[in-house]
């Protein structure tokens, strides 16, 4: 009964989140429009061993695409929830609070590989030369679902709502900036590269982009910093999160 209660709640949550426009735009508007346009109008900096845009680029997107959804939806979504009472009633239902975010989490996967089953086939059409190692891209975007998940609960769970779709938005906006999505991390100004590099968005990006090149390896730093923030903010949210 448990079981069949979490795979309906999953259900519901990955309908009303593929419901919500706004939720859509995050998920595949925004990192769909960037992709294609910055892979033809090449018009960003890129690394110097990159010739091709798009070869920067949709490791990168696919990064923004896991922020989006596991931090800036999962947060919106849950911040109204609990304000609106949605989340002390489901959490007195049968379901349980554990299974409710069971089913969120669960949720969340089923949106990221919508995600990847868009992206990936656009940049490949763009030119991507895909290569390295699909399980290492893997592991690091779980490790970093839950760095970003937890970031997400941690505004929820504390913020009114109206303060979480600002702070979330606003950190949304920060992380693409600094996070090697769009601008490589090497090309910013030595003292936002120090930020940068100790910031979830930067290591995952890092992370897709080394683990889906040639060299099919990722660096020490980025495990250390995905998982530092994945070990962190869920700890961070649990403490402080409000369900009313």
Not at 101 to 115: D, G, P, Y
């Amino acid at each position: 009964m448990k079981t069949r209660a979490l795979r309906a709640q999953a259900r519901a949550e990955v309908a009303m989140t593929l419901r919500r426009g706004e939720s859509v735009l995050l998920a595949l508007g925004i990192p769909v429009m960037l992709l294609v346009f910055f892979s033809l109008v090449d018009v960003l900096p890129k690394p110097d061993r990159v010739r091709n845009s798009v070869d920067f680029l949709a490791p990168g997107i696919l990064a923004l695409a896991v922020m989006s959804t596991a931090m800036v939806s999962l947060g919106i979504a849950t911040g109204f929830e609990r304000q609106y009472g949605v989340l002390k009633r489901l959490g007195t239902t049968p379901l349980g609070r554990p299974a409710l975010l069971a089913a969120k989490t669960a949720a969340i996967v089923v949106v990221e590989l919508v995600q990847v089953a868009v992206l990936v086939p656009v940049a490949l059409l763009l030119g991507w030369h895909a290569h390295g190692n699909p399980l290492l891209a893997v592991l690091a975007v779980i490790v970093a679902t839950v760095a970003f998940a937890g970031l997400g609960l941690l505004m929820a769970g504390a913020l009114r709502a109206e303060v979480t779709l600002a702070a979330a938005n606003g950190l949304y906006l920060l992380l693409l900036l600094l996070g090697g999505m769009v601008i490589p991390v090497s090309k910013l100004p030595s003292g936002l590269r120090l930020v940068a590099h100790v910031l979830p968005a930067a290591a995952i990006s890092e992370a897709l982009d080394k683990a889906l090149s040639v060299q099919a390896s990722v660096p020490a730093r980025a495990w250390v910093v995905l998982a530092a923030w994945a070990l962190l903010a869920p700890v961070a949210a649990a403490l402080t999160f409000k369900w009313e």
